[in-house]
């Protein structure tokens, strides 16, 4: 690598260092999701089984090992915590940001590849979810390179190895996710088929080359737990994770449903400022380079293919459609390239998306404070006692944070009636206010928001750890008191059902947790006390005889 490439890989490392890596555990983590994989990784630490993943000590079978893996490590590095459940996306953060620079001068040139990681680190859920501690942006990643190398086969002239990365990258996503990565890479190249007429520029040999390679990642833990523990758990993990995505693909799994539209709507308004410009696109694409044309032929497949599938899945959570996030940031980068040449002008549907978004997002956010401050004239309107109960977290708002939705709305519709007279800068500082903004929400209003939502539990559970105690969640589902009681395993624990720790001889004292909307429930136990109630949650302890 040249000096001058070897500057530029650093600065944009550094970019992602900064924005991605500070604050990682101002907060704690976000019941499920985040506490789920976190809780995995603790208890393989714990119990030094690192093969098999587990929950509350027993096999789980709703995800691959990959990331679980990447956030065992971090805890070894960084303890047992919310910054090292979330570093491995952070890192993810930083070498995405890279791997679209390399892609993107790869494909057009240098200045759309840094539109394109620009852009990308300036939208809101892409950068978002780098701060998160789920599973779905390495395993974006992971097809992406897939598709990049897939894209690169049909191009080169050493087409061996590229077949390889891409059935390796494939397969990584599914050590990662899961099978979903199959069934989109197999969606998007029947899909190019159909629409190329034919595999022009691939052979079978090297198509076969990227399926044999995409099964090894997967293939050899599934050959190692097999080993350690038997072909009988290995048939009872395939069969329990089969099902478990069937069941996401065709129910609405633990209430997460929606409507068709759920994702078109969560990417254009959550994918701002990139989503409007896919509205940019016109018939006429004669000023594309070969290149573009080709490998935008794989991002809107891609896009499609992705935004389909999961508008068709029952199950309908925010995270799903985000592997979209790759090729509309591609796409939107290439016409910001060719707007800031001067080589295409801005579409008036592009500006009105742009301002009806904008402002829409600015509002909410101006809107959160008085929220806050005027609680107790929303709570009548309120139907849900639990969302009442939430409310009453003591939470400090002031008028003067309006302040960020303010300026943010100023910066909108100055930048984009600006973008008529210069569009690069315009869109630069659009950039740059669209950072300060997620680091804003990110570090300020997204501690508040947790702690209506969730806190008043976690401190329950975090003061009751190293305890000798029991401690159950009755009524709804948690991964919380798992993680942040520091759990450890209890023999025959599991053989004990919810009456058992209700009536049954206790041998130590049981602490419960319940919402308000269930807490009747255990009131009509005599032998177990209500202990006290806070946000929503009501605590309860039953003590031995």
């Avoid at 590229?162 to 059935?167: K, M, N, P, R, V």
């Avoid at 904008?358 to 008085?370: E, H, K, M, N, Y």
């Avoid at 206790?506 to 806070?534: C, H, M, S």
Wanted: charged share 15%; proline share 4%; aromatic share 18%.
């Amino acid at each position: 690598m040249t000096a001058p490439n070897l500057l530029k890989y650093s600065l944009i490392t550094l970019l992602g260092v900064l924005l991605f890596i500070p604050m990682l555990g101002k907060v704690h983590l976000f019941d499920w999701d985040e506490i789920n994989f976190a809780e995995c990784a603790r208890e393989m630490i714990v119990s030094g089984d690192y093969i098999r993943m587990q929950i509350d000590y027993l096999p789980f079978w709703e995800k691959p090992p990959l990331f679980i893996w990447l956030q065992a490590a971090s805890m070894q590095l960084f303890g047992i915590n919310e910054f090292a459940a979330r570093f491995p996306n952070a890192l993810a953060g930083v070498v995405t940001l890279a791997v679209l620079f390399y892609a993107g001068k790869r494909i057009v040139n240098e200045k759309m590849a840094g539109w394109w990681a620009l852009l990308y680190a300036a939208t809101w859920l892409p950068h978002f979810y780098f701060k998160s501690g789920i599973i779905d942006p390495i395993f974006n990643l992971f097809i992406f390179l897939a598709f990049f190398q897939f894209y690169l086969l049909g191009k080169l002239k050493d087409k061996t190895i590229h077949a390889f990365l891409s059935g390796l990258f494939l397969g990584l996503a599914v050590l990662t996710k899961g099978p979903a990565a199959i069934v989109i890479a197999a969606l998007s190249l029947a899909v190019y088929i159909v629409y190329n007429k034919g595999l022009w520029g691939y052979s079978l040999k090297h198509i076969l080359l990227t399926i044999v390679s995409s099964f090894l990642p997967f293939g050899l833990w599934f050959c190692l737990a097999v080993l350690e523990y038997g072909w009988t758990y290995g048939s009872w993990f395939m069969g329990e994770f089969i099902t478990y995505q069937i069941r996401l693909f065709s129910t609405e799994d633990a209430g997460h449903g929606g409507p068709f539209f759920y994702h078109f709507i969560v990417l254009l308004i959550g994918c701002f400022p990139a989503a409007p410009f896919l509205f940019q696109y016109r018939r006429n694409r004669s000023a594309d380079t070969e290149n573009v044309r080709s490998f935008s032929l794989w991002m809107w497949i891609l896009f499609w293919v992705t935004l389909l599938l999961f508008s068709i899945v029952k199950t309908k959570i925010v995270h799903y459609s985000s592997l979209c996030y790759f090729p509309l940031t591609f796409l939107a980068a290439v016409k910001m390239y060719q707007l800031s040449e001067k080589t295409d002008q801005l579409k008036t549907v592009v500006k009105v998306l742009l301002l009806v978004v904008g402002t829409l997002l600015a509002i909410l956010i101006s809107l959160l404070p008085l929220v806050g401050i005027y609680k107790d004239l929303i709570i009548p309107y309120v139907d849900d006692p639990f969302a009442v109960g939430n409310f009453q977290a003591n939470v400090s708002w002031q008028y003067s944070e309006m302040i960020w939705g303010i300026l943010y709305l100023i910066g909108i519709w100055c930048t984009v009636f600006y973008m008529r007279r210069n569009f690069k800068n315009a869109m630069l500082i659009l950039c740059l206010i669209q950072i300060v903004l997620i680091q804003v929400t990110v570090t300020h209003f997204t501690p508040k928001i947790e702690a209506y939502s969730q806190r008043a539990a976690i401190e329950f559970f975090k003061g009751l750890s190293g305890k000798d105690v029991y401690v159950k969640v009755l009524g709804y589902k948690s991964y919380a008191h798992l993680f942040y009681t520091q759990k450890t395993p209890i023999p025959q624990e599991a053989e004990r059902n919810e009456a058992w720790f209700l009536e049954g001889d206790l041998d130590k004292p049981v602490w419960f947790i319940t919402k308000n909307t269930y807490a009747d429930n255990l009131r009509k136990y005599p032998q177990v006390k209500e202990i006290g109630q806070q946000n929503g949650f009501v605590f309860f302890r039953r003590d031995p005889p």
